[in-house]
């Protein structure tokens, strides 16, 4: 029987231990359950001596864990996935390092999933890969003799062709990606980044928006990342009577709350964004001690220089910032770098007066969408958003739209959310949920996993059940 085999480079594996899973996990576990299905990635454990793969059954699912040596994934991981490729695919080009021997090790951490993965593969299988630590994936399973349907996913911008080209495997990279019968990726933008770069640099003939590259076509297509809008909506309304929604409310005293929510990265333009905060409350001060602004930013890859600095320059901003405007009774800034609870964190969202998603650059940015979700729709708070965020593309009719090195601009924008009045807010906030109810995770899944049927179809494989 035909399968979808999902692989990652994490897997998510149901735990109650640990923080719930977010939209799009949630959305591909499902998929997976309604059929026959099988998720491989990395298990999280790093070994002298990795085996093959193991793999757990739940009813229908199956997944697939495999170990990897500490020098391979330190490599392969930090070294080249985000050392190399975040940075780059984020513009950020002074923040990119290339080591040969990372390279090396991201390509044999490739190949070792292609050799473990293969050994479970049946007929008719189809695979779809996700993420930019996988790129060469696709190609790896080609050399072995893997004829079935792949896809790729990118979940991260796709940078224009002269920003790629810095990389000096920028030509192995677009080779990888031709391997693919189907590549989705964000946004427009970065659907035609990545065409213009496969026809430049990696050799491929457009045809619209398929590539023909060594009598093989490749489909390509925009698949929006989305969330299940009417599912996280609930989930916010019910939530925002919670102990911990209800503490927090406490806390802020009558005053309104400007939030921000994502994982501790250099791409999310966070020092930025106090900078704007502080502004804020400089050049409008009829908002001191009316508004705190709560950022919540988990600590990510800590063990790599750049974050350790950017989570010293957060701290520091904090405390400059409460030191110059705080009061005995009010604290304008609170900076939490632990996890919250997704439950939690819909019901923080549906609290906020104004969500803060303002990234330098973002492949989408679920947040801004589930900020919106997430809101009374009698009264509803405002989002900024910054128009380098992919969801910028569904939002921007009724977002505040900034760009975030415009620090005076993004300051006068949350004076704009503070001070909008209800029906505006109605308006802009019904403007952001019409494409989120139109588009939601599951069509995003359905559409992309359909796509891979017709290919399937088409070179005489047996299709997936979705």
């Known amino acids: 029987m035909a399968r979808l085999v999902i692989v990652s480079n994490r897997v998510s594996v149901p735990s109650s231990r640990r923080v719930e899973a977010g939209g799009l996990t949630v959305v591909l576990r499902d998929g997976l359950r309604r059929a026959e299905g099988l998720w491989f990635g990395w298990s999280g454990e790093l070994t002298d001596h990795p085996g093959p793969a193991k793999v757990t059954t739940r009813g229908k699912m199956s997944y697939a864990l495999l170990d990897l040596k500490s020098a391979d994934y330190r490599g392969y991981y930090f070294g080249f996935a985000n050392g190399s490729l975040w940075p780059l695919f984020h513009y950020r080009l002074g923040l990119m390092e290339w080591k040969s021997e990372h390279y090396r090790a991201y390509r044999a951490v490739n190949r070792h999933f292609a050799e473990e993965l293969i050994k479970l593969l049946r007929p008719g299988d189809q695979v779809w890969v996700h993420d930019y630590q996988l790129i060469p994936l696709g190609e790896e399973l080609r050399k072995l003799g893997y004829k079935g349907t792949i896809g790729f996913y990118l979940h991260i911008p796709f940078p224009?062709?002269?920003?790629?080209?810095?990389?000096?495997?920028?030509?192995?990279?677009?080779?990888?990606?031709?391997?693919?019968?189907?590549?989705?990726?964000?946004?427009?933008?970065?659907?035609?980044?990545?065409?213009?770069?496969?026809?430049?640099?990696?050799?491929?003939?457009?045809?619209?928006?398929?590539?023909?590259?060594?009598?093989?076509?490749i489909r390509t297509g925009v698949y929006r990342?989305?969330?299940?809008?009417?599912?996280?909506?609930?989930?916010?309304?019910?939530?925002?009577?919670?102990?911990?929604?209800?503490?927090?409310?406490?806390?802020?005293?009558?005053?309104?709350?400007?939030?921000?929510?994502?994982?501790?990265?250099?791409?999310?333009?966070?020092?930025?964004?106090?900078?704007?905060?502080?502004?804020?409350?400089?050049?409008?001060?009829?908002?001191?001690?009316?508004?705190?602004?709560?950022?919540?930013?988990?600590?990510?890859?800590?063990?790599?220089?750049?974050?350790?600095?950017?989570?010293?320059?957060?701290?520091?901003?904090?405390?400059?910032?409460?030191?110059?405007?705080?009061?005995?009774?009010?604290?304008?800034?609170?900076?939490?770098?632990?996890?919250?609870?997704?439950?939690?964190?819909?019901?923080?969202?549906?609290?906020?007066?104004?969500?803060?998603?303002?990234?330098?650059?973002?492949?989408?940015?679920?947040?801004?969408?589930?900020?919106?979700?997430?809101?009374?729709?009698?009264?509803?708070?405002?989002?900024?958003?910054?128009?380098?965020a992919g969801a910028c593309e569904e939002l921007g009719e009724g977002a505040l739209l900034v760009n975030p090195l415009d620090i005076e601009r993004t300051a006068d924008a949350m004076h704009e959310a503070l001070s909008m009045p209800k029906d505006e807010r109605i308006d802009r906030w019904q403007r952001c949920m019409e494409?989120?109810?139109?588009?939601?995770?599951?069509?995003?899944?359905?559409?992309?996993?359909?796509?891979?049927?017709?290919?399937?179809?088409?070179?005489?494989?047996?299709?997936?059940?979705a």
Do not use: C
């Open 160 to 217: 224009s062709g002269d920003v790629v080209e810095v990389l000096p495997a920028h030509a192995e990279l677009g080779k990888a990606l031709l391997a693919y019968d189907l590549i989705g990726v964000q946004t427009d933008r970065d659907h035609h980044a990545m065409l213009d770069f496969l026809e430049r640099w990696g050799g491929a003939k457009r045809e619209g928006a398929d590539l023909r590259y060594a009598g093989h076509v």
């Open 435 to 465: 494409p989120l109810r139109a588009w939601t995770a599951r069509t995003w899944y359905d559409a992309f996993v359909h796509r891979l049927d017709e290919i399937s179809a088409a070179k005489g494989s047996l299709p997936s059940a």
């Open 225 to 388: 990342a989305a969330i299940d809008t009417v599912g996280f909506g609930k989930e916010a309304a019910t939530a925002i009577g919670s102990q911990d929604v209800r503490s927090l409310e406490s806390s802020l005293g009558g005053r309104m709350l400007l939030l921000g929510i994502e994982r501790l990265d250099y791409s999310k333009g966070l020092p930025l964004r106090f900078a704007a905060y502080e502004q804020l409350l400089a050049g409008h001060q009829d908002w001191l001690r009316k508004v705190i602004m709560l950022q919540i930013a988990p600590v990510s890859r800590g063990e790599l220089a750049q974050y350790r600095t950017l989570r010293s320059d957060l701290e520091r901003a904090t405390g400059r910032i409460a030191g110059r405007f705080a009061a005995p009774d009010w604290n304008p800034i609170r900076y939490v770098n632990q996890p919250v609870p997704r439950k939690v964190v819909s019901g923080y969202l549906r609290l906020a007066q104004v969500g803060l998603v303002t990234p330098l650059r973002d492949g989408m940015n679920l947040v801004a969408k589930e900020f919106v979700a997430a809101q009374d729709p009698d009264d509803p708070g405002v989002l900024v958003l910054s128009r380098f």
